[in-house]
């Protein structure tokens, strides 16, 4: 009796144990039914056909098997499959097809695409002589004489040649339209010159008390800055030209942008200041004119320059005391970033048609500099100035750079792409600007 009862007992313990140890529960997400049923039902196909298949269509059934990851020989899976070998996989990546290479990166040429000689530039790191306007005419001031070159044939011509008593001149700037360009004067004087007519249009003689340096186009409007530390903003289209006046540098202003917008102008100066300010704050009696008075740099602020495709982004650069190159955010005031260049910054031109920016160097170093946005990793580094690269500007279209040194020489660089867009012309030229000053000499 006590047999029966232990084994009445033992029995539906026995086979509670075995359905609890026994019992197979698949891993239904590791499983691949569908290639179960091709491997189970095409094997006989495959096998039947096997002797009738030709070279070429083995190959090409094996190359296609791999790429559908046909070549599993385990229909259920249990678990994950073992990562390959190291060989499985080097002849896997010898065997994959190549990826599309990305973005070509641009050619930058590391020289100079034409050289001209510049005799008589003056080398002084607060003035502004080389400009380039919309009409693709390049204009620079040799001492008294302002010379335009024309890029597609190659001749220069004199526009203005003013006396000793009221020279040399101290700056130029093209106006929007083309035609009419702005030179500033060591007497203190802003002329205004048609250049297609050779005709000086008006001489502002107010305004300035000192030479004028620095000068910058909003529409109609000519804002001039003078190493009396006052900006003036001129409206040439009335008999009383000053509009408004800005206040608030101490020491010459040799730097002078308007943003693409005209809402906003940047000016640096020799006090080492980057003023901000607003259109509508000329002359007006607030204590305060600026938006912003900032006074990160460390020595002169000479070279501006707004983004092109952020109006809110501009970037300067520090004289030789400072070496930097900052970016600020104009609607906070804020530094976004500062990058030292080792070297004396004297000109920023933004990339119209990429995140780039170029930078010209003095002293010690001379160089045109390439970077990238806002990574600012050196995508080039161009010498062939041998002294500092006071002046620097680019062509209507945004992919020539012109830059004009203290030794003498106007260097033309297709650094910002496309060079198919401008003729190709001898490596060294030395002759148009030399020979037209002698002429007139």
Not at 252 to 272: F, I
Not at 285 to 314: G, I, M, T
Request: proline share 5%; hydrophobic share 40%.
């Amino acid at each position: 009796i006590l047999l029966i009862i232990l084994s009445l007992l033992f029995i539906p313990f026995f086979f509670f144990v075995k359905w609890q140890l026994d019992r197979f529960i698949p891993n239904r997400s590791a499983m691949d039914f569908d290639f179960a049923h091709v491997m189970l039902t095409g094997a006989m196909v495959e096998k039947e056909n096997s002797g009738r298949c030709s070279p070429y269509k083995e190959a090409y059934r094996k190359h296609l098997a791999e790429i559908l990851n046909m070549n599993r020989t385990r229909i259920l899976a249990f678990r994950n499959k073992p990562p390959p070998s190291a060989n499985d996989s080097q002849e896997s990546f010898l065997s994959a097809p190549q990826l599309t290479p990305g973005k070509h990166r641009r050619h930058i040429p590391q020289n100079s695409e034409r050289t001209l000689d510049a005799p008589d530039l003056l080398d002084d790191f607060y003035l502004n002589l080389l400009d380039w306007g919309v009409s693709n005419i390049l204009a620079i001031a040799l001492g008294n004489v302002v010379y335009l070159w024309d890029p597609s044939n190659g001749s220069p011509s004199e526009l203005v040649n003013v006396d000793d008593e009221i020279g040399p001149v101290t700056s130029i700037r093209w106006a929007p339209d083309g035609r009419s360009i702005a030179v500033g004067l060591n007497n203190s004087h802003v002329q205004v010159w048609d250049s297609s007519a050779s005709k000086l249009l008006r001489t502002f003689r107010e305004g300035h008390i000192l030479r004028v340096g620095s000068l910058d186009w909003n529409s109609h409007i000519l804002t001039t800055g003078g190493s009396d530390a006052s900006i003036v903003n001129n409206d040439v289209r009335i008999r009383s030209h000053i509009v408004g006046t800005y206040t608030g540098h101490s020491q010459e202003v040799c730097g002078l942008k308007w943003s693409e917008s005209g809402r906003q102008l940047a000016s640096g100066g020799n006090d080492n200041l980057l003023f901000i300010w607003n259109i509508a704050m000329a002359s007006t009696n607030s204590a305060n004119q600026w938006l912003y008075r900032l006074a990160d740099h460390r020595s002169a602020v000479k070279a501006l320059s707004w983004c092109p495709f952020q109006s809110n982004l501009l970037s300067s650069g520090g004289g030789v005391g400072d070496h930097s190159i900052k970016f600020w955010n104009t609607h906070t005031g804020r530094c976004l970033n500062s990058v030292d260049t080792g070297s004396q910054v004297c000109c920023l031109l933004w990339n119209k048609h990429e995140r780039e920016l170029l930078s010209s160097h003095g002293f010690n170093k001379n160089e045109l500099i390439l970077w990238k946005y806002p990574s600012m990793v050196k995508l080039a580094e161009l010498y062939g100035h041998s002294s500092r690269v006071l002046y620097m500007t680019q062509s209507p279209g945004g992919y020539t750079v012109a830059s004009a040194a203290a030794d003498e020489t106007l260097r033309l660089w297709n650094v910002f792409g496309n060079p198919d867009l401008a003729k190709p012309a001898p490596k060294e030229d030395a002759e148009p600007f030399a020979n037209l000053a002698r002429t007139i000499r």
